[in-house]
């Protein structure tokens, strides 16, 4: 590492934030300590990057997005749906049950056959 004097410090740090795109004091520092040192590098990459006028126009680091929040639907707007083999009992083998991702309420039939016609069935006379 080259010991650098005082009055080549500004250009060094210049070229180092300007060329990697004005990253923050981290990279900054870490790409000078690969060459060069001096006793306080790290506070004036951080005197540097505070004072940079293309930084402060662009700030983003203060910015507070809020995270987004999904519209929540009605009541069996979206249901989870799932059918179970069960021991055959008065001719059903089945089950079907849906439940409302909201509220969580359950809905249920015993069906004698898993096809679509018994699942829309179920969907269109219990569901909706």
């Known amino acids: 590492q080259l010991v650098v004097p005082e009055e080549k410090r500004y250009r060094l740090i210049k070229e180092a934030h300007d060329d990697l ?4 004091v981290f ?8 060459r060069f040192w001096w006793l306080l590098l790290v506070d004036d990459v951080k005197w540097y990057i505070r004072t940079c006028h293309e930084c402060q ?13 999904p519209v929540i639907g009605g ?3 979206r ?6 083999l069960m021991p ?13 991702a909201l509220s969580t309420y359950p809905e249920w039939r015993m069906l004698r ?3 679509g ?7 269109f006379e219990d569901i909706l």
């Open 57 to 69: 126009i662009r700030q983003t680091t203060k910015l507070h997005i809020p995270p987004s929040v």
């Open 117 to 123: 016609v018994a699942l829309a069935a179920f969907i």
């Open 27 to 34: 990279t900054v520092r870490t790409r000078l300590l690969l």
């Open 21 to 24: 795109g004005h990253k923050g």
């Open 79 to 84: 249901a989870h749906v799932d059918t179970m």
């Open 75 to 77: 009541l069996f707007h």
């Open 113 to 115: 056959a898993e096809n």
């Open 88 to 100: 055959k009992a008065g001719g059903y083998r089945y089950i079907v049950q849906a439940r409302c």
